[in-house]
């Protein structure tokens, strides 16, 4: 199966009723997976009906097109993104609302200072998280190392007390060559 640019148009052109139905809100249902009228639309989607994904070569062009077709829709969205800040209300149904408020402390000692009457100071640093990567560069500074090279040497000066996670896999084209 190969998408094409004009596949994708017609997904993107695909008719949306003007009012809100049943199955166009139930794509923003926490239920979406149980609702019917959410199962109902995602049957008649153009992607739905695909039945069985590809392996190998084909695979490849179906993830190829899909990374595209993620940039296309990120573009698209940026730009009403920008529209709507410019025209509130230029596209009907759509706006946009404030992000996520994210609380942060840039003053540590003040901030101790503040506590210090209610905390002690290990009670304090119970509540604290230091910011590795700070840690570090004010670390190889003391220690006059060069920045570029303390990763490695940092790492084995705070051994067990430094964690490391690593995050979830991403899926990414390692090899950009598909035979014919």
């Known amino acids: ?38 199962k109902d639309q995602a049957a008649q989607a153009m992607l739905a009906k695909v039945v069985e994904l590809p392996l190998g ?12 077709a993620q940039a296309l829709f990120k573009e698209v ?6 529209v709507l800040e410019e025209t509130p209300g230029a596209v009907p149904g759509w706006g946009l609302v ?10 540590t000692h ?3 200072k503040h506590m210090a009457s209610l ?4 009670e304090f640093l119970g509540c604290c998280s230091p910011s590795v990567p700070i840690l570090e560069r004010a670390w ?13 040497p940092f790492k084995k000066f705070l051994g ?3 964690a490391e996670k690593r995050s979830v896999p991403t899926l990414v084209r390692v090899n950009h060559r598909l035979q014919n």
Not at 57 to 65: I, T
Not at 119 to 122: A, E, G, P, Y
Request: glycine share 2%; with cysteine.
């Open 119 to 122: 905390f002690s100071l290990q």
């Open 140 to 152: 190889a500074k003391k220690s006059g190392i060069s920045i570029t090279r303390a990763k490695e």
């Open 1 to 38: 199966m190969s998408f094409t640019r004009r596949s994708w148009s017609l997904s993107l052109a695909w008719p949306i009723p003007a009012t809100p139905c049943p199955a166009i809100t139930a794509i923003f249902c926490t239920a979406r997976l149980i609702c019917r009228p959410a």
């Open 98 to 107: 404030p992000g996520d408020v994210r609380r942060s402390i840039e003053d």
């Open 77 to 82: 969205e940026s730009y009403y993104k920008r």
């Open 110 to 112: 003040a901030l101790h």
């Open 160 to 162: 067990a007390l430094l």
């Open 57 to 68: 070569e084909q695979a490849a062009r179906l993830l190829d097109d899909n990374k595209r």
